[in-house]
């Protein structure tokens, strides 16, 4: 396929994309025709503009005519949305978010089966199932019965109908990246995700035209991974992990394709052995070899510790958690995260790793070296809370009085995202069997 770079000009109509490439090949109708399957007659309405091709006969047009990535994304999407969600699935792009996939995240957080959907709207299944996995598109009364069922937000609603309309060629989306960060501050979880998809396919669509908005596309798709490990929806992170870590590698982010692995470490480890989780860890250490800034370098460290907790590896633990934290000495915070999560994601490996050596004293003062923890008051993380509690078990000392407050608080500030309340729920427990001994 030719790789040509996109620009920023004004893209030609359909027809004459296709033929700016036919002339490009060099070939003539009849052996563009001989080679693709499709009549000369089709070809030439097609250039004309007089008709539109399904998708399979325009992939294979495209495939013949060696179609750039980025044009072969754009007029699939245009002409054939439904196939292209299919046929782009190894495109460096990926496939763009149609209406299925965000009425998939509608129904997840209704907490409602494909059937019970489909049983509220009188439908079958099997229909609710085609638009989930993009082979079909609902009718506009479907569509309707399905938004009253699943009782969206304006901000879902508008993404929704808004996931099949072109975007206009000349829309080159300049705050895209400040639209994502602010995503972190996003006052509802519920507008998370779909603030996610309307990033993700604002970038798509702007990427199809410019290689200017690969970077942004990368990290919207690294960060959608991450939100959807937190909400137990493993098989969909590591498809878009996977998408984001071949489109970091194709236009060079290879921080956010490393941070993209570290989260499809988290879903191919998810409840697996320890031959799987040491593999992993092997494969996630390669990327250290890349040219990744050091920020990004000791995040990956960050998660070589945490696969090492797995395996039960305590002097892995330190030596991934000193590392990271030499890496991470600089900075503050990680993107996207709370103040102080990075380092103190590597400070409590090290701490962890000195409760399980038995130095549950020199563990408090690893954890008290975390930046301002004394004027914040908490930990930031469930596993560093967790750490703390242990060490002063072992250590015989009181817990904190207000401390099952706090956590319960915590847990609780986390109640829609499950991975999260879970954890925090272990340290909530921990706290009470704890309680519970000493009296």
Known sequence: MIDEPATDSEPLSFGGEL????????????????????????????????RSPLGPSLERLLGVLQAPFRLQARLLDSTDPVHARIALIHNPLGPPVDMGQILKGL?????????????AIGLTQGAVAKWENGENIPSTDALHAALFALQPSVEEVECLLSAHIPTPSNEIVNSLEERLHGLHFAPSFRLVEVGLDLV???????????????????EVMAWKAAWLIDNERFDEAAAIARQAIRLGKKCGNWDMAALAATYLAQCVTWGQGDDVVLRVRKNLADWLDKPLTRYWRGWVMIHCGALSERLDDVDAMERWGLAALDQLAE?????????????????????????????????????????????RGYFCLPGTALTYLRALADMGKALPIDT??????????????????????VVERYWRRYLKDKK
């Open 331 to 375: 900075y503050r915070a990680l993107r996207f995260a709370p103040p102080y999560v990075g380092l103190e994601n590597a400070i409590d490996l090290i701490a962890y790793s000195e409760v399980r050596r038995g130095f549950p004293d020199k563990a408090i003062e690893t954890l008290s070296s975390i930046p301002d923890i004394e004027s």
């Open 404 to 425: 099952l407050d706090e956590i319960s608080r915590f847990k609780e500030s986390f109640s829609e995202y499950p991975v999260r309340w879970k954890e925090w729920q």
């Open 200 to 218: 993700q396919r604002d970038a798509w669509r702007a990427a199809t035209l410019t290689e200017s908005a690969d970077h942004v596309l990368v």
């Open 19 to 50: 033929r700016r490439l036919r002339m490009q090949s060099g070939m003539g109708l009849a052996e563009v025709s001989a080679r693709s399957g499709v009549s000369k007659a089709a070809l030439s309405q097609w250039e004309n503009g007089n």
């Open 107 to 119: 129904r997840l957080r209704a907490r409602m089966t494909q059937s019970e959907l489909a049983r």
